[in-house]
């Protein structure tokens, strides 16, 4: 009886996949990335609060956009000082989507 109960969860979830990991809440996982060290939700700080980005790209689908400005980092938007690139290494897709989305929201 075991020894089936266990076959017939291997074969779930290799049917179905296993089950995603839990993401952290959009801040926590900008905390860490290190986001939060050079933005804020209010107030601009070395880069732009969170309300600037999200009044500069107030209507607009700009999700993937914004996210590969973060990937590969830059200048210019928002003033001379640039962004450092932040790898999946840093912030993975998932989390740095519900980040930029949670940004666009402020």
């Known amino acids: 009886m075991k020894t089936q109960l266990m076959l017939s969860l291997g074969l779930a979830v ?3 996949g296993a089950p995603a990991p ?11 990335a290190g ?3 050079c933005h804020a939700r209010d107030k ?8 600037e980005i ?13 996210m590969q400005k973060v990937r590969s980092g830059g ?12 790898p999946p290494e840093k912030i993975d897709d998932a ?3 519900a980040a ?6 402020s």
């Open 75 to 86: 200048k210019g938007s928002f003033g001379p000082i640039p962004m450092a690139p932040n």
């Open 100 to 105: 930029v989305e949670f940004i666009l929201k």
């Open 44 to 51: 601009k700080m070395v880069g732009p609060s969170f309300k």
């Open 54 to 66: 999200a009044a500069k790209y107030k209507g607009q689908d700009v999700v993937p956009t914004l």
């Open 35 to 37: 986001c939060l060290a």
């Open 22 to 32: 839990a993401q952290a809440n959009p801040e926590e996982a900008m905390n860490k």
């Open 95 to 97: 989390n740095l989507k």
């Open 14 to 16: 290799a049917a179905f």
